[in-house]
């Protein structure tokens, strides 16, 4: 075992997992009556940044937002349900996956609204960032989002490289 492995001893993915629910009330809706685009995204941050906290123990600031998917509205009156955790965790930096379903409370009906994929990094007591245990991959599904997530994050910082050099 390594000095870092110690200090950060990897920790199940299990330990991050985040399930939040709310109602949709007519102060967050459109004309439409659905959800406002940018009340999801504050409930994906949200949800995303308990993980990313649960895992690291520390303060977390969002770094990036590789993806945001709508797939379909959520009506005023129905639940907003967010599942959030992490799959995969770098040095200083972690990648945190968020489903987001609606769930009609008169049919019990739920459906995959959106899904996110936000990279946090863990700060010091300084504001630095430090370094974080590593993530422990246990079922097939949570292996395959960290080897996809090494994947993405290679794109991000390909990306990321090229803007700063225009």
Do not use: W
């Amino acid at each position: 075992m390594t000095k870092y492995e110690s200090e950060y001893p990897a920790k199940p993915v299990r330990d991050s997992v985040v399930e939040m629910t709310e109602v949709v009330l007519p102060n967050d809706t459109n004309n439409f009556g659905t959800l406002f685009g940018g009340k999801v995204m504050q409930l994906i941050d949200i949800a995303g940044t308990i993980a990313a906290r649960r895992h690291t123990k520390r303060l977390v600031v969002t770094a990036a937002v590789d993806s945001l998917a709508f797939l379909s509205p959520i009506k005023m009156g129905d639940l907003v349900l967010l599942k959030a955790s992490v799959n995969r965790a770098f040095k200083t930096s972690l990648e945190v996956g968020v489903k987001v379903f609606s769930e009609n409370t008169q049919t019990g009906t739920r459906k995959h609204t959106a899904s996110a994929y936000l990279s946090f990094v863990a700060l010091d007591d300084e504001g630095k960032p430090t370094p974080i245990p590593s993530v422990i991959p246990e079922t097939p599904d949570e292996k395959r989002r960290f080897e996809k997530a090494a994947i993405r994050r290679g794109s991000r910082l390909v990306s990321c490289s090229s803007e700063l050099n225009r």
